[in-house]
């Protein structure tokens, strides 16, 4: 049984640990505002750009050649790129995007796969798998910021159209809400068609381009394709706060829990030591009273 001691060096750690867990729930709720703000500025961007996107694709005339980066290939290489945190403690978040991940890997009809990792725990995760990583991203989540999207949507742009991978696809966890994120994929490259002509429909209409529509198609696509990926980064970081705060939150709430138990646990053990330590007082005078007596 445990000792009094023991049951209180318990009780000073979970207390310890439940203030670590309150802080980082509050560090993570802090952060989350931000990233929310972040995405909630970035959307009316991507919208009008997808709609536009969606006018010049629709409208690109059958003479001339289309777009590399709308070019569709026969090729079996296909290069996944796989986006997770650098850090865990935030429940199922890196789990969730790395299994969706595998599976895909594992169910794509071609042994030329290559992948593209942002974040440690996907970079741990694939290095000791027998697949091939180009690239990987660490160590940047605290700042994230646009040139991050830039750099990593200019390096898959420029495999692409080098000729070096036929496919590209995103994998990241989709943020919904502080206790929703769902992992999704999404092809990148190249960029769909039906993808980007499905906003036209609210904008249907004639329009005057000027330069003319492949001049803007040849700038637009680029943008769009760099603006994906920095959407996916801050879905992703949005999701990893929102997942941290629950899983924090919910190990504060354990801990509260555990102490109680603990409580209890200390005072009956305590009242038990009391308890006896009476019946020994009382049996010692009951025992010098029938000596004094005799």
């Keep these: 049984m445990a000792t009094l001691r023991d049951i209180q060096r318990r009780i000073r750690s979970v207390q310890s640990t439940q203030k670590i867990t309150r802080a980082m729930k509050l560090v993570a709720a802090a952060k989350l505002r931000r990233a929310q703000e972040r995405i909630l500025s970035a959307r009316p961007y991507m919208n009008k750009m997808s709609e536009l996107l969606g006018n010049l694709v629709t409208g690109e005339g059958s003479d001339g050649a289309p777009h590399p980066l709308l070019e569709q290939r026969e090729g079996p290489r296909r290069q996944i790129v796989i986006v997770t945190a650098d850090k865990g403690l935030a429940g199922a978040f890196n789990s969730n995007v790395l299994r969706r991940s595998l599976e895909f890997v594992r169910t794509s009809n071609t042994t030329e796969v290559t992948l593209v990792v942002v974040g440690r725990k996907a970079r741990d995760f694939y290095r000791r798998r027998p697949w091939t990583i180009k690239r990987d991203m660490i160590s940047f989540w605290d700042k994230l910021a646009y040139s991050h999207a830039q750099e990593l949507a200019d390096y898959l742009m420029q495999q692409y159209l080098d000729n070096e991978v036929d496919e590209v696809h995103l994998i990241y966890n989709e943020f919904r809400s502080v206790a929703v994120q769902r992992p999704v994929r999404t092809q990148l490259l190249p960029i769909p068609k039906s993808e980007a002509a499905g906003a036209e429909g ?53 801990a509260k829990e555990m102490i109680g138990i603990l409580t209890i646990q200390y005072n009956k053990a305590r009242q038990e030591k009391i308890t006896k330590e009476l019946l020994d007082i009382v049996g010692g005078a009951e025992a010098l009273k029938q000596g004094a007596g005799a």
Excluded: C, H
């Excluded at 769009?224 to 709430?253: C, D, F, I, N, P």
């Design 202 to 254: 609210d904008a249907s209409g004639d329009y005057i381009y000027e330069p003319s529509p492949e001049a803007i198609l040849g700038d637009l696509l680029p943008r769009y394709v760099r603006m994906q990926v920095y959407r996916a980064l801050m879905e992703s970081l949005a999701g990893e706060y929102g997942a941290r705060m629950t899983a924090m939150e919910a190990a504060t709430k354990n």
